[in-house]
């Protein structure tokens, strides 16, 4: 089993839609969990951070994490055409471990 | 102004070279990252730098040695270039000091073909 898992899509809505992004992950060391999006042929942008367990919103987008259930969400209101873009979780377990553990990320489009 | 810069963007070459891609931010921060992103999007961590002291080596073949001149620079050498080379090579920065030790921040990436 990898350490994150995440659908890959890829995921095709229509603009104004609600999106809904998820990981899941197996090592229960794990406490610091951000999102990136990576538009193409560009270098991955953070886009929410998150430690530990709880929702944290920034306009459009809020990022949920359930470490009982090993299980993160970042769900997009009101989907743009500009949105499209992979979206990655990442995720780390801090301290001394710096190193972070990414999903292969989801291939998002949003259709005007 | 840009935080995390990369040279060159684009390296095509052939199987058996040699050839080194550099690494700057301007960001102030204290360490730096080496990732590989294959043709499938998978972003790995290959290398990373604190202070100039290597403190992530993942399991990547000797051919690629990493230097960090200083806090600001960690530049890529990759030996006898193979075939399964090719992909986009991310560097990356962060503060692990700050507030959100976590967070960082990517150059726009290296894309290497092998030939």
């Known amino acids: 089993q990898k350490e994150v898992e995440q659908d890959p899509g890829p995921l095709s809505v229509p603009e104004g839609a609600i999106v809904s992004l998820n990981c899941t992950y197996s090592?229960?060391?794990?406490?610091?969990f951000m999102w990136y999006r990576q538009y193409s042929r560009k270098g991955p942008e953070l886009l929410m951070y998150?430690?530990?367990?709880g929702n944290k919103e920034d306009g459009r987008f809020t990022a949920q994490v359930d470490k009982s259930s090993k299980y993160i969400s970042l769900f997009i209101r009101d989907s743009q055409p500009s949105d499209s873009a992979t979206y990655l979780c990442?995720?780390?377990?801090?301290?001394?471990?710096?190193?972070?553990?990414f999903g292969k990320g989801t291939l998002l489009t949003v259709n005007p | 102004d840009t935080a995390v810069s990369q040279t060159p963007k684009y390296l095509v070459t052939q199987m058996g070279n040699d050839k080194s891609i550099k690494c700057e931010q301007n960001?102030?921060?204290?360490?730096m990252y080496w990732y590989k992103q294959d043709s499938k999007k998978f972003l790995k961590i290959m290398f990373s730098?604190?202070?100039?002291?290597?403190?992530i080596n993942e399991t990547v073949p000797n051919r690629f040695s990493p230097k960090s001149p200083d806090k600001a620079h960690l530049n890529l050498h990759i030996n006898s270039l193979e075939l399964g080379d090719s992909a986009v090579y991310f560097c990356?920065?962060?503060?692990?000091?700050?507030?959100?030790?976590?967070?960082?921040?990517f150059g726009p990436g290296t894309r290497l073909l092998v030939l």
């Open positions: 990356a920065s962060s503060q692990l000091t700050g507030p959100l030790e976590e967070t960082q921040y």
């Open positions: 090592n229960s060391a794990f406490q610091y």
């Open positions: 998150t430690y530990s367990s």
């Open positions: 990442a995720m780390s377990s801090g301290g001394s471990n710096y190193k972070l553990t």
């Open positions: 960001l102030g921060h204290d360490t």
């Open positions: 730098y604190n202070n100039k002291e290597l403190i």
